[in-house]
Antibody, heavy 125, light 111 residues
Framework: QLKLQESGPGLVKSSETLSLTCTVS??????????WGWVRQPPGKGPEWIGS???????YQNPSLKSRVTISIDTSKIQFSLRLNSITAADTAIYYC?????????????????WGQGTLVTVSS | QSVLTQPPSVSAAPGQKVTISCSGS????????VSWYQQLPGTAPKLLIF???KRPSGIPDRFSGSKSGTSATLGITGLQTGDEADYYC????????????FGTGTKVTVL
């Protein structure tokens, strides 16, 4: 059974960089059918897609966050990571890592079928 | 503000049926697969429907999905108390967003 687990600081100071890692267990990251992504959810609000990366390193990122986001993957360590720069209080949210599939015709991410439990990140001033 | 619009809430008695709509446009639902997610309180979203009308293994057939034009619908029959949750549609938006987008969310209440 595939399991994803987020790790990283729960409290980050405003203007600094948030770094999170997702460790995958119970499976591999070798399939070319999958994308590995990050989704966040501010308290009381709906989910927001941050970005996704394939095992070859191809990335898609939310344009609203693109200038501040870096997503990387290390298939040998079965991990992928998120860096979000210049964070503000608006970045306070539960951050989820997730696996998904992409549309074979368009190449775009089309769903997220396995999710981590999520980690709450609070931005302090 | 999401480009996918859902009703804020729907409710029904146990055993009844509810439907949740997800309204979009040609840049998202009209030309891409739709997924539906169930989010129980305090938990991560869970994939209920993919490719607009397919269920992952383990999802009961009480849950169904359909798509027509620029709208999608999630149906839940035989409503159970355990179905009380938030439900979100999701799809790729190739318009101004050029991003994977989630719907505004619908709270299902079992009366």
């Amino acid at each position: 059974q595939l399991k994803l687990q987020e790790s990283g600081p729960g409290l980050v100071k405003s203007s600094e960089t948030l770094s999170l890692t997702c460790t995958v267990s119970g499976g591999s990251m070798s399939s070319s059918s999958h994308y590995w992504g990050w989704v966040r959810q501010p308290p009381g609000k709906g989910p927001e897609w941050i970005g996704s990366i394939s095992n070859s390193g191809s990335t898609y990122q939310n344009p609203s966050l693109k200038s501040r986001v870096t997503i990387s993957i290390d298939t040998s360590k079965i991990q992928f990571s998120l860096r979000l720069n210049s964070i503000t209080a608006a970045d306070t949210a539960i951050y989820y890592c997730a696996r998904g599939y992409y549309d074979l015709l368009t190449g775009y991410p089309k769903n997220f079928d396995q999710w981590g439990q999520g980690t709450l990140v609070t931005v302090s001033s | 503000q999401s480009v996918l619009t859902q009703p804020p809430s729907v409710s029904a008695a146990p055993g009844q049926k509810v439907t949740i709509s997800c309204s979009g446009s040609s840049s998202n639902i009209g030309n891409n697969y739709v997924s539906w997610y169930q989010q129980l309180p305090g938990t991560a979203p869970k994939l209920l429907i993919f490719d607009s009308n397919k269920r992952p293994s383990g999802i009961p057939d009480r849950f169904s999905g359909s798509k027509s034009g620029t709208s999608a619908t999630l149906g839940i029959t035989g409503l159970q108390t355990g179905d009380e949750a938030d439900y979100y549609c999701g799809t790729w938006d190739g318009g101004l967003s050029d991003a994977y987008v989630f719907g505004t969310g619908t709270k299902v209440t079992v009366l």
